[in-house]
């Protein structure tokens, strides 16, 4: 049971490590609006094509970007826009964070 159990964990890590990046948390955000090729998010990151590619791969292989070849190009869209969902609990920690920090520095200003 433990062994099915941690390849389950293992396989959200996978998830949360393809996401664990300020480029690709930029391209989700992208795809979230519209599918885009390489060529659109190079000039929006100001990174070079393998540079791009590379992290497209990332999420491509962790489950979350699906790719469409259409003639010399490639566009990307997310598999699931669930995937979205996760940040709001993020933002949901950083504020509360900031809360904790903003109540610790009034105490110690008092």
């Not at 049971?1 to 996978?14: S, T």
């Not at 948390?25 to 519209?34: A, G, P, S, T």
């Not at 292989?61 to 469409?68: F, L, P």
Request: net charge neutral; with cysteine.
């Amino acid at each position: 049971m433990y062994q099915d159990r941690k390849r389950h964990l293992e396989a959200r890590a996978r998830v949360l490590k393809a996401m664990s990046h300020p480029t690709r948390l930029f391209i989700i955000e992208e795809l979230d609006k519209e599918e885009r090729c390489v060529c659109d998010l190079t000039g929006m990151v100001g990174a070079d094509v393998s540079t791009i590619s590379k992290h497209l791969s990332v999420l491509r292989q962790a489950g979350i970007v699906a790719a469409d070849k259409r003639g010399n190009q490639v566009f990307y869209r997310l598999r699931v826009p669930c995937i979205l969902n996760f940040f709001g609990c993020v933002e949901s920690v950083l504020e509360s964070q900031f809360q904790e920090q903003a109540a610790f520095l009034e105490n110690v200003g008092a």
